[in-house]
């Protein structure tokens, strides 16, 4: 039904920046919440930021506020993740998410996503 493809991953030194993309294919993207995941290397699988559907809120992992930015494109069906002063500790398999939610809501807990991408490798270098 719903699919969603990612972008945009890769290798880049400490301070360094980066952006993942994530498409979708299927009816209703527009009213889907829509988030951003990571699993680093023998952790668990960590909230990193969620979009509301007309992108009015954002909600960010404490760890990511004020260098990552998440934004959408509905027409294209597309969010985005803008990743700056990248650390180390960034490095993980980022994973995007969406799912139906009420027009101002923000989900920021796996279980609450349905559909999911297939995960691009990000990679930060010290």
């Known amino acids: 039904q719903v699919r969603l493809v990612q972008s945009g991953g890769g290798l880049v030194q400490a301070g360094g920046s980066l952006s993942l993309s994530c498409a979708a294919s299927?009816?209703?993207?527009?009213?889907?919440?829509m988030g951003w995941f990571r699993q680093a290397p023998g952790k668990e699988r960590e909230f990193v930021a969620a979009i509301n559907w007309s992108g009015s809120s954002t909600r960010y992992e404490d760890s990511v506020k004020g260098r990552f930015t998440i934004s959408r494109d509905n027409a294209k069906k597309t969010v985005f993740l803008q990743m700056n002063s990248l650390k180390p500790e960034d490095t993980a398999v980022y994973y995007c998410?969406?799912?139906?939610?009420?027009?101002?809501?923000?989900?920021?807990?796996?279980?609450?996503?349905?559909?999911w991408g297939q995960g691009t490798q990000v990679t930060v270098s010290s």
């Open positions: 299927g009816p209703t993207f527009s009213i889907y919440v």
């Open positions: 998410a969406a799912d139906r939610a009420p027009l101002g809501v923000v989900l920021t807990h796996q279980y609450e996503y349905h559909y």
